[in-house]
């Protein structure tokens, strides 16, 4: 009866692996990235269309 208990201990010390959550923090740094690169990419198509609407008028010009 006694090793049951004792299993049961152990099932607790199971919880333990809880502390691995932590990691996520490492995904969020790489969701920080991609948010970087989607404003840059953002900011990229912004300028791309800004350039090709100036070029547009100073053909029409």
């Keep these: 009866m006694t090793e049951?208990?004792?299993r049961s201990d152990q099932g607790?010390?199971?919880?333990e692996g809880t502390e691995g959550t932590e990691g996520?923090?490492?995904t969020q740094g790489t969701q920080g990235t991609l948010?970087?690169?989607?404003s840059l990419l953002s900011?990229?198509?912004l300028?791309?269309?800004v350039f090709?609407?100036?070029s547009a008028s100073s053909e029409g010009g």
């Design 47 to 49: 300028l791309s269309l």
């Design 12 to 15: 607790t010390e199971g919880t």
């Design 52 to 54: 090709l609407t100036f």
């Design 43 to 45: 900011l990229l198509s």
């Design 24 to 26: 996520t923090e490492g």
């Design 4 to 6: 049951a208990g004792g």
């Design 35 to 38: 948010q970087l690169l989607l």
